[in-house]
T-cell receptor, first 116, second 113 residues
Framework: EAGVTQFPSHSVIEKGQTVTLRCDPI?????LYWYRRVMGKEIKFLLH????????ESGMPNNRFLAERTGGTYSTLKVQPAELEDSGVYFC??????????????FGQGTRLTVV | AQSVTQLGSHVSVSEGALVLLRCNYS??????LFWYVQYPNQGLQLLLK??????LVKGINGFEAEFKKSETSFHLTKPSAHMSDAAEYFC???????????FGTGTRLTIIP
């Protein structure tokens, strides 16, 4: 069974450009999460989808970030325009339907974004 | 709001020695607690988790953690370190009322041959 897959693994862009990160969750997982780790700091929650609906987007930094999950399958996270402080590792995770605190979230390998 | 503290961003131990990675949480109501590991160029992998019941939790690769409510701690241990344990370890808590995880800042474990 394929795990959570993220594309690209690395991205280097200039300030002001647009970048789109993609996450393919484990098949059948209704819950999809985005997290971000800025260098040297903790991994922080960005948002949570249940199928195609945004359940919680309280962690999104500002309106330069747009997450979508059309059809409840893969998700994209677009940063437009990118700023220097957006650099970091973006993780995607998914978990089975039903959720709950006892449910394990499976993480992808992350996308390392560098804004120069 | 929940916070998770990991003491020591870098820990080095000799091969065969005890591994102890510290984690404390802040909430007065004990959350569910997790330890994740990230090996180089890989995603986060669940090592173990505490939900309810037995306070000593055993995980993969010989790791275990003990939940201590009185100390608000969930330290990770392994009796004998192996070179393959070199990785970054993250402690996390599940917040009540929602599905998101709150992570600590991570501890990078180096094993000295």
């Amino acid at each position: 069974e394929a795990g959570v897959t993220q594309f690209p693994s690395h991205s280097v862009i200039e300030k002001g450009q647009t970048v789109t990160l993609r996450c393919d969750p484990i098949s059948g997982h209704d819950n999809l999460y985005w997290y971000r780790r800025v260098m040297g700091k903790e991994i922080k929650f960005l948002l949570h989808f249940v199928k195609e609906s945004k359940q919680d987007e309280s962690g999104m930094p500002n309106n330069r970030f747009l997450a979508e999950r059309t059809g409840g399958t893969y998700s994209t996270l677009k940063v437009q325009p990118a700023e220097l402080e957006d650099s970091g590792v973006y993780f995607c995770a998914s978990s089975p339907p039903g959720g709950g605190r006892n449910t394990e979230a499976f993480f992808g390998q992350g996308t390392r974004l560098t804004v120069v | 709001a929940q916070s998770v503290t990991q003491l020591g961003s870098h820990v080095s131990v000799s091969e065969g020695a005890l591994v102890l990675l510290r984690c404390n949480y802040s909430s007065s109501v004990p959350p569910y607690l997790f330890w994740y590991v990230q090996y180089p160029n890989q995603g986060l992998q669940l090592l173990l988790k505490y939900t309810t019941g037995a306070t000593l939790v055993k995980g993969i690769n010989g790791f275990e953690a003990e939940f201590k409510k009185s100390e608000t701690s969930f330290h990770l241990t392994k009796p004998s370190a192996h070179m393959s344990d070199a990785a970054e370890y993250f402690c996390a808590a599940h917040n009540f009322g929602n599905e998101k995880l709150t992570f600590g800042t991570g501890t990078r474990l180096t094993i000295i041959p």
